[in-house]
C-alpha cells in the first residue's frame, strides 16, 4: 500500500476552497443584522458627548451600543480575558468614555443591512475632550522597563570583559517597524440566535476554546448556552489567536437585540488591532582574530500598549544560534498610546533573528571571513540557554546544501547594459521552535469503513485538513479516502490554539495515538471472534488497504467491527507531550540565501533569486510544507522592502490602512524563489517526528536581503523596511 | 455609504444639458465608488455614463481619439497605440493591476483624485476634502506627496501614470459643455493647488469629457517611460518620467519630459523643452534640463528624496529614450 505520510498529497479541502464552497464566518448564510463600528478618530482622552439620535432614526438601523448603554451586568466582576492575554488589562469595549487609542471602537450600529449600518454610523455625532498623544517607542524609550517583561534567557559568562578583550568588535542598533497581520479574508463573526437564548457562533479564530473562554468569561454563557464554530479561515498568520473585538460585538448585539447578527471588519478595520511591534535592538558582538565568537549582547525595547504588556522572545534566540560563552540579554518594553500588540508569523523569532543575523554579517565582514564559514564556525550543537542538548540539529547539512543550490561561491554577474545594477549575495540562518502540546482527538468508525476524527484544532490554510487525514490513513492502515477529518467546533474534544507551528506535531501525535488504540480494538473484537487467533501477537498482524491481514488471510475492518458493540466502534484519546520535549530542546531550522539588484542611481532594490533549505524532521507533507515555506519567504521580502504601518506622529493614526498603501508583497516582486528540506531524523520531538514548518521560512529572511545590499553596495540599512530612499540617503 | 438616486445616462439626456449639473458622473467607478465607502465623496445623485458612444478608439488623419469610456487596458493593447504611441501604451501598463485597467476608464483616469493618505480619511484634516480644515501631510506623512508646485494649503500629487504620457505627448481633451464641444489642451486640464486645494481641475460641473485627441507626433522609435515606486507593481508612482525624443545627428530635434508624482498635475515646461531643441543628445544637456525641469524643487520631509530621484529619474529616462534596448 502506498503510504501516505511523506506524500505531496493534495489538500483535500482544495475542490471546496476553488469552489468557492467553503463557508468562512462570514459566509453563513442565515439572515443577519448586519453589525459596523464606528472608530475612535483622536489617540488619547475621553468622549465628552456622544449623539446618536440621527443613526438611530436612520432607515433600516436596529440598535446603538455605545459605553453610554452598555449593559451593567458587562461591568462587574467580568473577565474580559482569553488564554493568551498578556499581563494587564484586556481591552474592554464601550466600557467607558476613555480613549486609549486611535481607531478604538466607540460605537456598534446593527441594521438591516451593511450598508446601512455602515453610513448611519457616520451619521452619529462625537465630541472629544483630547488630549495629546504621545508619539510612538521612538519617543517614549525614556519609559522603557525592564519590569514590564518576563526574563530573557540568563546571561552568562562575562560578556564586558569578553567584549573588550575581542580582536574584532561591532555595536550597531537595528529598528524594526510595526507590521500588520492582513490576511485575506477580514476578521468576522456570525452568530446565531436560538430561541432559548443559546447561541452559535461562527468566529474567525485560530482555536474555537478560545473565543469559548472569552465568551464565557464576558457574557457568562456556560459551554451549554455557546457553541464556537471555525470551519475555515482564510489566513490569519496571529491575528485569531485572541478573539478579536468583532466577536464582542456580534455576541453583544445578538444578545441584546436577540437576533442572529454578523460582523465583517472592513479592511481599514483589520488595521485596529494586533500587530508585530515595534522594535530596536542594541547589538555588541566580538570576536577573536579567527573569527571565533566571544561576546553577544543583545538589548531589545519593544512596543506594547499602555493597558497590556505584550511580550515576545525575541531576544534569547541571540544566546542559542551561535556558540558563545558570553553573553548577555535585555528585554524592555515601552507603552505606547496604542492597541496591545499581537502575535505575527514566527513572534519574535523573526525580530531577534533579523538583528543577530544583521550583526553576525558585519561581524564577519569586520574579521575577514566569508559569512557562510564564519556560520560554520561558530555552529553549535546543543542549547546554551538551556543547558540541553538538541532533539535534532541537522542546520549543517542546510548550510552545506544551500551553498551548493545557490552557488554562493559563484561570481556574481553584473549586465554590461546596465551598468548602473549592482548585484549582491546575503544569507541567514532561520530557527524556529518544535514544540509539542497536549491535544484530544476522537474517532468513530461506520458501518462501511469511514472514519470520522474530531478535534477541535484549526485550519488557517496551513493544510490541517488534509495532513490530519494523511497521518489517520497511514497509522489506521486504510485509504485517505476513508477518512474525514473534523474541526473548528468546541463541541469536539479540546485542542490547542492552532499557532506556534505545532499543530503536526500535537493535533497528529494525537491523531496518530487514537489511530493505534483503535488497531488495537480491531485486533481485540477480531480475536474475541476468531478464537484460533487468541493468541496472535499484535505486532505479527499487518493493518493495511482497510484490512487486518495474518497468516495470508485478510479480514475487513467493516466485517470484524460488525461483531462490535456501539460504544467499541468510537474512542477518545489524549496525547500528552513525548518525554523528549522536557530533557531536550527542539528547533527546526534553515539557511537562507538571496541574490539582490540595487539600482544605484535610483535606488531601486530588487531580489532576483532566494533559496532556502530546511531541516524540520519529518515532512508529512512536502507539497503544503513547501508552501507554507513559500509564502513565508515571500512574506520575508515583504518584511525586508515592503511592509510599514505608518504611525502619525500627532493623531497617533495608522494612515495606510489599505492594500493600496500599505505595501505588502506582489507576484511581480517574487522572482525565482526555491525551497526544499533536508533529512533529518528525530525520535524525541513527538512521536511523530515532525516539526512544523509554518512560521520557519520568514525567519532570517529580512537579515539575508538586508547583507545582501551590504554586499552589492557597501551600504548597511539597518532598519526596516529598507527603501529606495534609504539607499539614496545613507 | 450615503443613499444615492442613480440614473443611467443616453445620448438623449446631453442635449438637455442643464440636469448634470448636479449630478457625478460614474465610469468605470474604480475610484468614485472607493471614496463614497470611504465618505471622501458624498454625491446625492449619480449619472452611470457606462451606455454612452463614447468608447471607440479612432484613427484619423491627424492623430488618434481615445474615447473617454474606452478602457486603460482597450487603450493600451490598441494596435495604432502599441505601435504608434508606444510611450502611452507603457505608462497604462505600468499602472494599478489588470483587473482595476479592464474596469478603469480613460476619462475617469484623468479626473481621478489624489492618494493622499489624510485625504483619504475622514477623521483628519485636509483642506483638499473639507477646505479651511488644514493640511495633516505638510507636517506629517509626505512621502508621496508634491516638491513642485505645491501651496500653503495642500501638497498632493495628481496620481495618474496615464496623464503623464499624455502629458508628455501633448495631448487635447475633448469636453461637452452646456451641448457645446470645447477642447482644451492637455496641460490646461489639471492645476496646481492655490488657495483651492478642493478644486482638482478646471473642468466645470456637468463637463463631460467624450475623448482624448493624440496629435500624429507618437515619438514610437525614441521614448520611455520610467515608472519608480515601492513595489515592482501594483503601486503608485513615487516618481514617473515620461520622457520622449526626435534627434537627428546627435542634436535633438523635440524634446518632451512630464513628470508624474511630484507635483498636483502632470509636470512640464514646454520653455525648458525649447531650450534644448538644436542642442546635442548627451547626459550633460539631459542633467541641465533636469535641474531646470525641476527648479524650486521642495521638500516637506519624508518625501526630500524626491528632489535627488526625479534628476536622475529624468536623466535615465531621457538616455533610455536615446538608446533603445
Ligand atoms: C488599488 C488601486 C491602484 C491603482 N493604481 C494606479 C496606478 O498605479 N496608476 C494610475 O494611474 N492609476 C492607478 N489607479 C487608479 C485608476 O487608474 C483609476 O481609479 C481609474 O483610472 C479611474 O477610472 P474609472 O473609470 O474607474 O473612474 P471613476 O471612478 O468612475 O471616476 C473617477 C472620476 O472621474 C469622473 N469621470 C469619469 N469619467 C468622466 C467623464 N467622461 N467625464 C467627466 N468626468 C468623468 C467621475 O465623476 C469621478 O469623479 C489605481 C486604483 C486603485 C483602486
Ligand atoms: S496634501 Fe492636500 S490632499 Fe493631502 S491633506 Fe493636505 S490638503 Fe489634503
Not at chain 1, 474592554?92 to 478604538?104: A, D, E, S, V
Amino acid at each position: 500500500m502506498m503510504l501516505n505520510i511523506g506524500n505531496k498529497q493534495q489538500r483535500v479541502d482544495g475542490p471546496q476552497k476553488v469552489s468557492g464552497s467553503a463557508t468562512y464566518s462570514a459566509d453563513i448564510t442565515s439572515q443577519f443584522y448586519h453589525a459596523y463600528v464606528l472608530q475612535s478618530s483622536i489617540a488619547c482622552g475621553s468622549i465628552t458627548a456622544l449623539d446618536t439620535s440621527a443613526a438611530e432614526a436612520f432607515e433600516g438601523v436596529k440598535g446603538i451600543f455605545t459605553h453610554k448603554n452598555l449593559p451593567e451586568r458587562l461591568k462587574n466582576r467580568v473577565d474580559y480575558t482569553d488564554p493568551l492575554s498578556p499581563p494587564g488589562k484586556p481591552f474592554r469595549p464601550f466600557y467607558n468614555n476613555k480613549i486609549l487609542y486611535n481607531g478604538q471602537p466607540i460605537a456598534l450600529v446593527v441594521a438591516e443591512t451593511f450598508e446601512q449600518a455602515r453610513y448611519a454610523s457616520s451619521l452619529i455625532k462625537v465630541t472629544y475632550k483630547e488630549e495629546e498623544f504621545k508619539g510612538s517607542l521612538y519617543e517614549n524609550l525614556k519609559n522603557a522597563s525592564a519590569d514590564r517583561t518576563p526574563d530573557p534567557a540568563s546571561n552568562r559568562g562575562d560578556f564586558k570583559k569578553a567584549f573588550k578583550n575581542s580582536e574584532y568588535t561591532i555595536t550597531q542598533e537595528y529598528r524594526q517597524s510595526r507590521n500588520y497581520h492582513n490576511p485575506m479574508e477580514p476578521h468576522a463573526t456570525s452568530v446565531e440566535y436560538k430561541d432559548d437564548g443559546s447561541i452559535v457562533v461562527y468566529d474567525k479564530i485560530q482555536g474555537v476554546g478560545s473565543s469559548l473562554k472569552y465568551l464565557n468569561g464576558v457574557f457568562g454563557l456556560g459551554a451549554d448556552k455557546v457553541q464556537v464554530k471555525s470551519d475555515f479561515v482564510g489566513g490569519a498568520f496571529g491575528s485569531g489567536l485572541r478573539p478579536q473585538y468583532q466577536l464582542f460585538m456580534a455576541t453583544l448585539a445578538a444578545l441584546e437585540l436577540k437576533r442572529n447578527v454578523q460582523m465583517v471588519m472592513t479592511r481599514a478595520q483589520m488595521f485596529s488591532f494586533g500587530y508585530r511591534p515595534e522594535v530596536i535592538h542594541t547589538m555588541k558582538l566580538g570576536c577573536s582574530k579567527d573569527g571565533t565568537l566571544q561576546a553577544l549582547s543583545h538589548r531589545t525595547v519593544g512596543e506594547t500598549s499602555t493597558f497590556e504588556d505584550f511580550n515576545e522572545t525575541i531576544v534569547d534566540w541571540s544566546g542559542l544560534l551561535y556558540k558563545c560563552e558570553h553573553v548577555n540579554l535585555e528585554y524592555e518594553l515601552t507603552p505606547v498610546q496604542s492597541y496591545t500588540p499581537l502575535d505575527m508569523r514566527a513572534p519574535g523569532g523573526v525580530s531577534g533573528v533579523y538583528a543577530l543575523e544583521c550583526a553576525i554579517d558585519e561581524l564577519a565582514h569586520e574579521a575577514g571571513i566569508d559569512p557562510l564559514e564564519f556560520r560554520r564556525k561558530n555552529y553549535v550543537d546543543y542549547d546554551q540557554n538551556e543547558d540541553k542538548p538538541f532533539t535534532s540539529k541537522e542546520l549543517m547539512a542546510c548550510y552545506d546544501r544551500c551553498e551548493e543550490l545557490f552557488g554562493w561561491k559563484n561570481k556574481k554577474t553584473s549586465s554590461e547594459n546596465e551598468p548602473h545594477l549592482l548585484t549582491g549575495f546575503g544569507m541567514a540562518t532561520g530557527s524556529w521552535e518544535a514544540l509539542q502540546q497536549p491535544a484530544s482527538v476522537s474517532l468513530t468508525m461506520d458501518e462501511n469503513g469511514m472514519f470520522t476524527i474530531k478535534c477541535a484544532t484549526a485550519d488557517i490554510g496551513t493544510g490541517t485538513y488534509t495532513v490530519m487525514s494523511q497521518i489517520a490513513a497511514d497509522k489506521l492502515g486504510v485509504p485517505i479516502e476513508k477518512i474525514e477529518f473534523k474541526l473548528g467546533d468546541t463541541a469536539y474534544p479540546d485542542s490547542p490554539i492552532e499557532g506556534g507551528s505545532w499543530t503536526v506535531s500535537s493535533v497528529g501525535s494525537a491523531v496518530a495515538g487514537v489511530c493505534k488504540k483503535f488497531q488495537y480494538r480491531i485486533a481485540d473484537v477480531w480475536k474475541r471472534n476468531n478464537p484460533d487467533y487468541q493468541q496472535v501477537d499484535f505486532d505479527a498482524i499487518l493493518f493495511q488497504d482497510g484490512n487486518l491481514e495474518y497468516d495470508a488471510k485478510t479480514f475487513s475492518f467493516a466485517e470484524i467491527m460488525q461483531q462490535a458493540s456501539k460504544e467499541e466502534l468510537s474512542i477518545a484519546h489524549n496525547e500528552a507531550k513525548i518525554e523528549g520535549q522536557t530533557t531536550h530542546s527542539g528547533y527546526a531550522h534553515c539557511c537562507v540565501m538571496v541574490e539582490v539588484t540595487v539600482d544605484q542611481d535610483l535606488g531601486i532594490i530588487k531580489v532576483p533569486r532566494i533559496v532556502n533549505v530546511s531541516a524540520a524532521g519529518k515532512i508529512i507533507n512536502p507539497k503544503t510544507a513547501e508552501n507554507q515555506l513559500l509564502g513565508a519567504m515571500i512574506w520575508g521580502l515583504g518584511m525586508a522592502l515592503r511592509e510599514e504601518g505608518m504611525v502619525d506622529s500627532k493623531y497617533g493614526r495608522i494612515m495606510n490602512a489599505n492594500f493600496a498603501e500599505y505595501h505588502i508583497a506582489v507576484n511581480a516582486d517574487v522572482h525565482n524563489i526555491h525551497a526544499e528540506f533536508v533529512e533529518e531524523k528525530d525520535d524525541k520531538v513527538n512521536p511523530l517526528g515532525a516539526k512544523g514548518v509554518g512560521e520557519l521560512g520568514i525567519v532570517g529572511l529580512a537579515s539575508a536581503i538586508s547583507n545582501a545590499i551590504y554586499d552589492a553596495t557597501g551600504k548597511r540599512l539597518r532598519k526596516l523596511p529598507m527603501l529606495l530612499d534609504d539607499i539614496l540617503e545613507v | 455609504m450615503k443613499p444615492f438616486e442613480y440614473t443611467r445616462l443616453s445620448t438623449d439626456d446631453l442635449s438637455s444639458d442643464t440636469a448634470l449639473y448636479d449630478t457625478t458622473f460614474l465610469a468605470g467607478g474604480t475610484n468614485l465608488v472607493d471614496l463614497m465607502k470611504y465618505g471622501v465623496e458624498k454625491p446625492d445623485a449619480i449619472a452611470d455614463i457606462g451606455q454612452l458612444p463614447y468608447d471607440q478608439i479612432e484613427e484619423f488623419a491627424d492623430g488618434l481619439r481615445l474615447g473617454a469610456l474606452a478602457t486603460n487596458a482597450d487603450t493600451a493593447y490598441h494596435p495604432a497605440v502599441k505601435n504608434k504611441y508606444p510611450v502611452l501604451n507603457k505608462a497604462i501598463l505600468s499602472a494599478a493591476s489588470s483587473q482595476l485597467r479592464n474596469r478603469a476608464t480613460n476619462g475617469g483616469n484623468l479626473l481621478q483624485r489624489t492618494r493622499c493618505y489624510y485625504f483619504y480619511d475622514t477623521a483628519m484634516p485636509c483642506n483638499k476634502r473639507e477646505p479651511g480644515s488644514g493640511c495633516a501631510a505638510i507636517k506629517g506623512f509626505n512621502r508621496i506627496h508634491a516638491i513642485l508646485g505645491t501651496s500653503a494649503s495642500c501638497i498632493a500629487t495628481h496620481p495618474s501614470d496615464m496623464c503623464v504620457a499624455l502629458a508628455a505627448l501633448e495631448a487635447k481633451v475633448h469636453i461637452l459643455r452646456k451641448g457645446a464641444t470645447l477642447v482644451m489642451p492637455f496641460d490646461q486640464i489639471h492645476r496646481l493647488p492655490g488657495e483651492h486645494p478642493e478644486k482638482d481641475h478646471n473642468l466645470e460641473p456637468g463637463d463631460l469629457i467624450t475623448h482624448i485627441e493624440l496629435p500624429n507626433e507618437g515619438f514610437s522609435q525614441n521614448f520611455e517611460y520610467l515608472k519608480i515606486r515601492d513595489r515592482e507593481s501594483y503601486a503608485f508612482a513615487l516618481v514617473s518620467v515620461a520622457a520622449c525624443l526626435k534627434v537627428s545627428a546627435g542634436k535633438i530635434e523635440d524634446v518632451r519630459v512630464a513628470l508624474g508624482g511630484v507635483a498636483h498635475k502632470p509636470w512640464k515646461l514646454k520653455e525648458v523643452e525649447h531650450e534644448f531643441i538644436g542642442k546635442e543628445a548627451s547626459t550633460e544637456n539631459f542633467k541641465s534640463l533636469a535641474e531646470k525641469l525641476i527648479k524650486g524643487a521642495q521638500g516637506f520631509g519624508t518625501n526630500n528624496f524626491k528632489i535627488p530621484l526625479v534628476k536622475r529619474a529624468i536623466v535615465r529616462a531621457l538616455n533610455n529614450a536615446l538608446n533603445p534596448s
